[in-house]
């Protein structure tokens, strides 16, 4: 039983910096890959960053240089550290988990949180 908790969203300007969090329970096998997502109005899911087990991360390109995604084992918590915000980022971000190594494509997730809104203004 996998459960994922997203907190962090806020209604910020652009420029600023914002950090999600995802307090994730589980077992280790259905938690070996984790990514954040974000939905915008009349828009598809668009993966923004993943990670795995081994430490591998892949960002997408409009968040390169901007966005962080890092994991604590300890707390059981994934991270988005997003800086230089800009009023584009806007949107309701899921964070996911797989049980293999996978890709930014939503489809290839199990497990997803119920969303955290981040509104950017300019």
């Known amino acids: 039983h996998v459960q994922l908790v997203e907190s962090g969203g806020d209604s910020v300007q652009a420029g600023g910096p914002l950090r999600l969090s995802c307090k994730y329970s589980?077992?280790?096998?259905?938690?070996?890959?984790m990514g954040w997502f974000r939905k915008a109005p009349l828009k598809v899911h668009d993966g923004i960053a993943t990670?795995?087990?081994?430490?591998?991360?892949n960002n997408a390109d409009s968040v390169k240089g901007r966005f962080t995604i890092s994991r604590d084992y300890a707390r059981n918590t994934l991270y988005l550290q997003m800086n230089n915000l800009k009023p584009e980022d806007t949107a309701v971000y899921h964070c996911?988990?797989?049980?293999?190594?996978?890709?930014?494509?939503?489809?290839?997730?199990?497990?997803w949180g119920q969303g955290t809104q981040v509104t950017v203004s300019s």
């Open positions: 996911a988990a797989a049980g293999g190594s996978v890709s930014e494509n939503p489809a290839l997730y199990d497990h």
């Open positions: 589980g077992p280790s096998y259905s938690l070996r890959s």
């Open positions: 990670i795995t087990d081994d430490g591998t991360t």
